[in-house]
C-alpha cells in the first residue's frame, strides 16, 4: 500500500503563486508516476499534471501549460505542483494521485491506483 499526504493548499490571489505538496509513503518502490488532478464543485475530476518518477517526463492539461509546473524529490517521495499566476478559475479541490502501472500517459484518473485526500485551493480575483 501507499499512502498519499497533500498540503500546501489554501487561499491565493489572481496572479500570485501557491506550491503544493504531496508525500508519499508505504511501499513506494514501486511506483512510476505521481500526478495531480483537481475537482471544482459540481464538475468532475479532471487532469492537471503528471510526472515519470524515473525520467522525470512531464504531462500537462492544456489548461494550466505554462503556468504550473510540476516536479519531484526522489529523496523525499514527494511530488510538487507550483502553480504561478493562478486564475479563479482554477479553484478545486486538488488531488495527488501515484501509480505502479508504466508505459502510460497518466492523464487519466483510471491510470492510478492510489489517490490522496484533497486539499482545498481558492483562487481569489
Known amino acids: 500500500q501507499v499512502q498519499l499526504v497533500e498540503s500546501g493548499g489554501g487561499l491565493v490571489q489572481a496572479g500570485g503563486s501557491l506550491r503544493l505538496s504531496c508525500a508519499a509513503s508505504?511501499?513506494?518502490?514501486?511506483?512510476?508516476?505521481m500526478g495531480w488532478f483537481r475537482q471544482a464543485p459540481g464538475k468532475e475530476r479532471v487532469f492537471v499534471a503528471a510526472?515519470?518518477?524515473?525520467?522525470?517526463?512531464?504531462y500537462y492539461a492544456d489548461s494550466v501549460k505554462g503556468r504550473f509546473t510540476i516536479s519531484r524529490d526522489n529523496a523525499k517521495n514527494t511530488v510538487y505542483l507550483q502553480m504561478n499566476s493562478p486564475k479563479p478559475e482554477d479553484t478545486a479541490v486538488y488531488y495527488c494521485?501515484?501509480?505502479?502501472?508504466?508505459?502510460?500517459?497518466?492523464?487519466?484518473?483510471?491510470?492510478?491506483?492510489?489517490w490522496g485526500q484533497g486539499t482545498q485551493v481558492t483562487v481569489s480575483s
Open positions: 510526472i515519470n518518477w524515473s525520467a522525470g517526463n512531464t
Open positions: 494521485a501515484a501509480t505502479y502501472y508504466s508505459g502510460r500517459y497518466y492523464t487519466t484518473a483510471s491510470d492510478y491506483n492510489y
Open positions: 508505504g511501499h513506494t518502490f514501486f511506483l512510476n508516476a
